[in-house]
Antibody, heavy 119, light 108 residues
Framework: QVQLQESGPRLVKPSETLSLTCTVS????????WSWIRQPPGKGLEWIGF???????NYNSSLKSRVTISADTSKSQFSLKLSSVTAADTAVYYC?????????????WGQGTLVTVSS | EILLTQSPGTLSLSPGESATLSCRAS???????FAWYQQKPDQAPRLLIY???SRATGIPDRFSGSGSGTDFTLTISRLEREDFAVYYC?????????FGQGTKVEIK
Protein backbone atom coordinates (compact mmCIF):
# COMPACT_ATOMS: atom_id res chain seq x y z
CA GLN A 1 0.00 0.00 0.00
CA VAL A 2 1.66 3.21 -1.14
CA GLN A 3 1.77 6.10 1.33
CA LEU A 4 2.33 9.77 0.61
CA GLN A 5 3.55 12.39 3.08
CA GLU A 6 3.76 16.14 2.50
CA SER A 7 6.45 18.20 4.21
CA GLY A 8 7.58 21.78 4.17
CA PRO A 9 7.07 25.17 5.84
CA ARG A 10 3.58 25.81 7.18
CA LEU A 11 3.93 29.60 7.09
CA VAL A 12 5.07 31.59 4.06
CA LYS A 13 5.30 35.35 3.71
CA PRO A 14 3.47 37.18 0.92
CA SER A 15 5.49 37.50 -2.31
CA GLU A 16 7.76 34.61 -1.30
CA THR A 17 7.88 31.06 -2.69
CA LEU A 18 5.93 28.18 -1.20
CA SER A 19 7.90 24.92 -1.29
CA LEU A 20 6.55 21.48 -0.43
CA THR A 21 7.85 17.96 -0.88
CA CYS A 22 5.89 14.71 -1.10
CA THR A 23 7.64 11.53 -0.07
CA VAL A 24 6.30 8.28 -1.51
CA SER A 25 6.77 5.07 0.44
CA UNK A 26 5.60 1.50 0.01
CA UNK A 27 5.66 1.65 -3.75
CA UNK A 28 7.50 2.85 -6.82
CA UNK A 29 7.35 6.42 -8.08
CA UNK A 30 7.48 5.01 -11.59
CA UNK A 31 4.57 4.71 -14.04
CA UNK A 32 2.16 6.95 -12.11
CA UNK A 33 1.00 10.53 -12.42
CA TRP A 34 1.96 12.47 -9.29
CA SER A 35 -0.16 15.54 -8.62
CA TRP A 36 -0.47 18.43 -6.25
CA ILE A 37 -3.99 19.47 -5.28
CA ARG A 38 -5.02 22.23 -2.90
CA GLN A 39 -8.11 23.17 -0.91
CA PRO A 40 -8.59 26.65 0.57
CA PRO A 41 -10.26 26.60 3.98
CA GLY A 42 -13.95 25.77 3.59
CA LYS A 43 -13.72 25.48 -0.20
CA GLY A 44 -13.38 22.85 -2.88
CA LEU A 45 -10.48 21.02 -4.49
CA GLU A 46 -8.21 22.62 -7.08
CA TRP A 47 -5.74 20.61 -9.14
CA ILE A 48 -2.39 22.43 -9.33
CA GLY A 49 -0.28 20.23 -11.60
CA PHE A 50 1.33 16.87 -12.17
CA UNK A 51 4.63 15.19 -12.96
CA UNK A 52 5.17 11.82 -14.57
CA UNK A 53 8.13 9.77 -13.44
CA UNK A 54 9.81 10.50 -16.78
CA UNK A 55 9.75 14.20 -15.93
CA UNK A 56 6.81 15.33 -18.07
CA UNK A 57 4.71 17.98 -16.38
CA ASN A 58 1.56 20.02 -16.88
CA TYR A 59 -0.04 22.69 -14.77
CA ASN A 60 -3.39 24.33 -14.12
CA SER A 61 -3.56 27.21 -16.56
CA SER A 62 -4.59 29.61 -13.78
CA LEU A 63 -1.36 28.91 -11.86
CA LYS A 64 1.00 28.02 -14.69
CA SER A 65 3.12 31.17 -14.50
CA ARG A 66 3.92 30.56 -10.82
CA VAL A 67 4.19 26.77 -10.49
CA THR A 68 7.06 24.34 -10.88
CA ILE A 69 6.80 20.63 -10.06
CA SER A 70 9.90 18.46 -10.05
CA ALA A 71 10.81 14.95 -8.98
CA ASP A 72 13.77 13.12 -7.46
CA THR A 73 13.13 9.49 -8.33
CA SER A 74 16.20 8.34 -6.36
CA LYS A 75 14.52 9.63 -3.19
CA SER A 76 10.95 8.73 -4.26
CA GLN A 77 9.99 12.38 -3.83
CA PHE A 78 8.31 15.05 -5.88
CA SER A 79 8.12 18.72 -5.06
CA LEU A 80 6.00 21.82 -5.56
CA LYS A 81 7.18 25.40 -5.82
CA LEU A 82 4.62 28.19 -6.03
CA SER A 83 6.10 31.66 -6.39
CA SER A 84 4.82 35.14 -5.53
CA VAL A 85 2.25 33.83 -3.06
CA THR A 86 -0.61 35.89 -1.65
CA ALA A 87 -3.22 35.22 1.01
CA ALA A 88 -5.32 33.55 -1.70
CA ASP A 89 -2.77 30.72 -1.77
CA THR A 90 -3.54 29.78 1.83
CA ALA A 91 -4.83 26.23 1.62
CA VAL A 92 -4.39 22.61 2.57
CA TYR A 93 -2.00 21.18 0.01
CA TYR A 94 -2.30 17.50 -0.89
CA CYS A 95 -0.07 15.28 -2.96
CA UNK A 96 -1.81 12.42 -4.74
CA UNK A 97 -1.15 9.53 -7.10
CA UNK A 98 -3.00 9.33 -10.38
CA UNK A 99 -3.23 5.88 -11.92
CA UNK A 100 -3.83 5.31 -15.62
CA UNK A 101 -5.08 1.82 -14.71
CA UNK A 102 -7.87 3.54 -12.77
CA UNK A 103 -8.57 5.87 -15.68
CA UNK A 104 -6.50 8.71 -14.24
CA UNK A 105 -8.25 8.90 -10.90
CA UNK A 106 -6.40 9.62 -7.66
CA UNK A 107 -6.30 6.48 -5.54
CA UNK A 108 -3.76 7.51 -2.91
CA TRP A 109 -3.50 10.85 -1.13
CA GLY A 110 -1.25 12.38 1.48
CA GLN A 111 -2.87 13.59 4.69
CA GLY A 112 -2.52 17.20 3.53
CA THR A 113 -0.64 20.11 5.03
CA LEU A 114 -2.08 23.54 5.76
CA VAL A 115 0.09 26.31 4.39
CA THR A 116 -0.74 29.83 5.56
CA VAL A 117 0.43 32.89 3.68
CA SER A 118 0.86 35.73 6.14
CA SER A 119 3.42 38.29 7.20
CA GLU B 1 -10.52 23.33 -19.97
CA ILE B 2 -13.53 21.23 -18.99
CA LEU B 3 -15.60 22.72 -16.16
CA LEU B 4 -17.64 20.50 -13.85
CA THR B 5 -20.85 21.70 -12.18
CA GLN B 6 -22.28 19.65 -9.34
CA SER B 7 -25.87 19.74 -8.11
CA PRO B 8 -27.38 20.18 -5.70
CA GLY B 9 -25.00 22.12 -3.47
CA THR B 10 -26.44 20.51 -0.37
CA LEU B 11 -28.62 17.43 0.06
CA SER B 12 -30.45 16.96 3.37
CA LEU B 13 -31.47 13.35 3.90
CA SER B 14 -32.12 10.84 6.66
CA PRO B 15 -30.20 7.61 7.24
CA GLY B 16 -31.71 4.82 5.15
CA GLU B 17 -32.73 7.13 2.33
CA SER B 18 -31.08 7.23 -1.08
CA ALA B 19 -28.99 10.10 -2.43
CA THR B 20 -28.62 11.12 -6.06
CA LEU B 21 -25.77 13.51 -6.87
CA SER B 22 -25.24 15.01 -10.31
CA CYS B 23 -22.21 16.35 -12.13
CA ARG B 24 -22.39 18.03 -15.52
CA ALA B 25 -19.34 18.69 -17.68
CA SER B 26 -18.98 21.68 -20.02
CA UNK B 27 -17.67 19.34 -22.75
CA UNK B 28 -17.79 15.62 -23.30
CA UNK B 29 -15.45 13.68 -20.99
CA UNK B 30 -13.26 11.38 -23.06
CA UNK B 31 -13.21 7.64 -22.44
CA UNK B 32 -15.05 7.93 -19.17
CA UNK B 33 -12.04 9.47 -17.44
CA PHE B 34 -14.38 10.43 -14.62
CA ALA B 35 -14.31 9.80 -10.87
CA TRP B 36 -16.11 10.51 -7.62
CA TYR B 37 -14.55 11.16 -4.21
CA GLN B 38 -15.83 11.39 -0.66
CA GLN B 39 -14.31 13.83 1.81
CA LYS B 40 -14.98 13.98 5.53
CA PRO B 41 -13.92 16.88 7.77
CA ASP B 42 -10.15 17.13 8.24
CA GLN B 43 -9.51 14.14 6.00
CA ALA B 44 -8.09 13.74 2.54
CA PRO B 45 -10.55 12.81 -0.20
CA ARG B 46 -11.15 9.10 -0.77
CA LEU B 47 -11.67 7.60 -4.21
CA LEU B 48 -15.12 6.01 -4.54
CA ILE B 49 -15.75 5.54 -8.25
CA TYR B 50 -13.45 5.60 -11.28
CA UNK B 51 -14.19 5.18 -14.95
CA UNK B 52 -17.63 6.69 -14.19
CA UNK B 53 -19.03 3.40 -12.84
CA SER B 54 -16.32 1.18 -11.32
CA ARG B 55 -16.10 1.02 -7.55
CA ALA B 56 -12.64 1.51 -6.05
CA THR B 57 -11.15 -1.11 -3.77
CA GLY B 58 -13.08 -1.53 -0.54
CA ILE B 59 -16.01 0.70 -1.50
CA PRO B 60 -19.40 -0.74 -0.46
CA ASP B 61 -21.87 -1.64 -3.19
CA ARG B 62 -24.38 0.93 -1.95
CA PHE B 63 -22.24 3.42 -3.90
CA SER B 64 -22.82 3.37 -7.65
CA GLY B 65 -21.85 5.63 -10.51
CA SER B 66 -23.34 6.07 -13.94
CA GLY B 67 -23.28 8.37 -16.93
CA SER B 68 -21.16 9.27 -19.90
CA GLY B 69 -20.38 12.24 -22.12
CA THR B 70 -21.39 15.30 -20.14
CA ASP B 71 -23.78 13.94 -17.49
CA PHE B 72 -22.74 11.77 -14.57
CA THR B 73 -24.51 10.57 -11.44
CA LEU B 74 -23.43 9.17 -8.09
CA THR B 75 -26.11 7.21 -6.24
CA ILE B 76 -25.83 6.22 -2.61
CA SER B 77 -28.54 3.78 -1.64
CA ARG B 78 -29.53 3.23 1.99
CA LEU B 79 -27.49 6.09 3.47
CA GLU B 80 -25.52 5.19 6.56
CA ARG B 81 -24.31 7.75 9.09
CA GLU B 82 -20.75 7.39 7.85
CA ASP B 83 -21.86 8.49 4.35
CA PHE B 84 -22.68 12.03 5.40
CA ALA B 85 -19.83 13.98 3.87
CA VAL B 86 -18.88 16.14 0.88
CA TYR B 87 -18.65 14.49 -2.54
CA TYR B 88 -16.58 15.72 -5.47
CA CYS B 89 -16.58 14.73 -9.10
CA UNK B 90 -13.38 14.86 -11.17
CA UNK B 91 -12.51 14.52 -14.84
CA UNK B 92 -9.27 14.02 -16.73
CA UNK B 93 -8.34 15.01 -20.25
CA UNK B 94 -5.15 15.97 -22.11
CA UNK B 95 -2.95 15.84 -19.01
CA UNK B 96 -5.25 18.11 -17.02
CA UNK B 97 -7.62 17.32 -14.18
CA UNK B 98 -10.56 19.35 -12.89
CA PHE B 99 -12.91 18.94 -9.92
CA GLY B 100 -16.48 19.94 -9.34
CA GLN B 101 -17.28 22.32 -6.52
CA GLY B 102 -18.72 19.59 -4.30
CA THR B 103 -22.08 18.42 -2.95
CA LYS B 104 -22.57 18.20 0.80
CA VAL B 105 -24.78 15.36 1.99
CA GLU B 106 -26.02 16.29 5.45
CA ILE B 107 -28.24 14.63 8.00
CA LYS B 108 -31.79 15.94 7.94
Amino acid sequence: QVQLQESGPRLVKPSETLSLTCTVSGGSIGSSYWSWIRQPPGKGLEWIGFIYYSGSTNYNSSLKSRVTISADTSKSQFSLKLSSVTAADTAVYYCARGQWELLFSFDSWGQGTLVTVSS
Amino acid sequence: EILLTQSPGTLSLSPGESATLSCRASQSVRSNYFAWYQQKPDQAPRLLIYGASSRATGIPDRFSGSGSGTDFTLTISRLEREDFAVYYCQQYGSFMWTFGQGTKVEIK
